[in-house]
């Protein structure tokens, strides 16, 4: 699809919808604006405008959809696979300044925000409610941008994702119309659900202007274990069968042994370098959890776990998961000389350890350095597979390990990722994950935005 430069008359005609101070054509600016957080080549667009109001929202398309210029929405740029990255330039729309909370219902469990507001922001000023937003992707993302990606991260397994707190919707179309979607009911059978299909929609479809998002209670008691296995395969056998008999754990991280011995020097931990599950339950009684740790213990044992420490404070959680975070940032810091291939698949909790499996198979004999990082209660892996800046021959080998343990993670009936999105990364996937729903999509896509300006390039192959 041809698409036109922004011309000086454009630039002017935009300038008129918003204040002056607010577009830029910055070479620093258009810069900022040209990657992400992923290894995705980067674009600069042609020009960025950050809105402080849907109408000024639905102006810019307008005139973009009438003059066939694209547009990409900006929430915070750490996506990992190019989502945001504007590779047909265009008009970028960065929502920093639509930054509001604009109204918090405790007693309806809700709150009213701006596509701009940081979740760990909205999570603050709820500190003192006994309420929170539960997805946590880690960095620090917005809600615009965890909408449009349907952000998970550690707690997942027993929270949902982004878009089981997604009630309602403001979204602008391509055309500038916006549209309300859903309900500030806790519960409705009315209608096609419009909402999910736009949470994971990367933008394509429209943009998010506003929202209302469920809020959760936060747990009365909590409790938190390490164990240590003498194989991740064993670790994979143990995540099973502590789903499968029910212990309903809050976050089930599996990390290998290199991740562990990194937390150990970085963050100052006395962690045994050896797979190791962190497992954390929520629950209403101190004694109730006791119950539950016990089970998970006698679970961990029969699977071969070599030490089980349970009961941690909650100091010490908070220290070990604020060191399983910082991972992200952790591994390129001591691997300067390195590039990253973040590989992000999931797996039915059945093929879990049959992908572990398949992963050891693959590196083996490769002398290539990586770290497993895994919410393994949602059979989610994340893979990072270094290669060194500028060694073509590993980065090919990099690349032909990725994308076969992609395959095989669909093969086992997963999907080609399970947090990050499609983006660039994994648009050459689609059609093996959804056959002929993938034509399907692609009308959908028409329909939304027949000129094809919203994030252009995203998704479809």
């Not at 036109?4 to 204040?19: D, I």
Request: charged share 20%; glycine share 10%; proline share 5%.
């Amino acid at each position: 699809m041809k698409f036109n430069s922004l011309t000086q008359t454009h630039l002017e005609n935009l300038k008129a919808m918003v204040a002056p101070d607010r577009l830029s054509t910055g070479e620093s600016v258009l810069d900022l604006h040209a990657r992400d957080e992923s290894r995705h080549p980067p674009c600069r667009p042609e020009a960025v405008i950050w809105p402080q109001s849907p109408t000024e929202v639905s102006a810019v398309l307008k005139y973009a959809n009438s003059n066939g210029l694209p547009v990409t929405g900006w929430g915070s740029g750490s996506s990992l696979e190019g989502n945001p990255i504007p590779i047909r330039k265009g008009i970028v729309l960065d929502f920093s300044q639509m930054n509001r909370i604009l109204e918090i219902r405790e007693e309806d469990f809700q709150a009213d925000v701006e596509p701009g507001v940081v979740y760990q922001d909205l999570n603050q000023k709820l500190r003192h409610t006994g309420l929170f937003f539960p997805p946590d992707p880690g960095a620090r993302a917005t809600l615009g941008g965890m909408i449009a990606n349907n952000a998970s991260g550690t707690r997942t397994i027993y929270y949902g994702s982004t878009k089981d707190y997604v009630l309602k919707l403001s979204v602008a179309l391509a055309d500038g119309e916006v549209i309300e979607l859903g309900t500030r009911a806790s519960k409705t059978s009315s209608g096609y659900d419009l909402i999910r299909l736009f949470v994971g929609s990367e933008g394509t479809l429209g943009i998010v202007v506003g929202a209302t998002v469920r809020l959760a209670s936060l747990p009365a008691e909590f409790s938190a274990a390490i164990a240590t296995f003498p194989s991740m395969e064993a670790a994979g056998k143990a995540v099973f069968e502590i789903m499968r008999g029910g212990l309903n754990p809050a976050a089930l991280e599996l990390l290998g042994p290199r991740c562990i011995d990194l937390m150990n020097r970085e963050e100052g931990l006395e962690l045994t370098v050896s797979p190791t599950l962190f497992v954390e339950f929520h629950g209403a009684t101190t004694g109730q959890l006791a119950e539950v740790l016990e089970l998970c213990e006698e679970v961990c044992k029969a699977e071969g776990c070599s030490h089980f420490q349970p009961g941690l404070g909650r100091a010490e959680r908070d220290r070990i998961f604020k060191a399983r975070h910082a991972l992200g940032e952790m591994i390129p810091r001591n691997h300067p000389d390195c590039g990253i291939m973040i590989l992000d698949v999931a797996v039915p909790i059945t093929t879990y350890a049959a992908l572990i499996t398949e992963i050891r198979k693959e590196l083996d004999g490769t002398n290539l350095n990586s770290y497993y990082i895994s919410h393994a209660g949602n059979g989610n892996v994340h893979l990072n597979i270094l290669g060194k800046k500028g060694d073509q021959k590993q980065w090919d080998l990099i690349k032909e390990i990725s994308q076969r343990l992609v395959s095989k993670s669909i093969e086992l009936g997963g999907t080609a990722t399970g947090e990050h999105g499609i983006g660039l990364g994994k648009r050459k996937y689609m059609a093996a994950e959804h056959r002929t729903s993938l034509q399907w999509m692609k009308r959908v896509k028409s329909l939304f935005d027949p000129n094809g300006i919203l994030n252009p390039g995203k998704i479809f192959p």
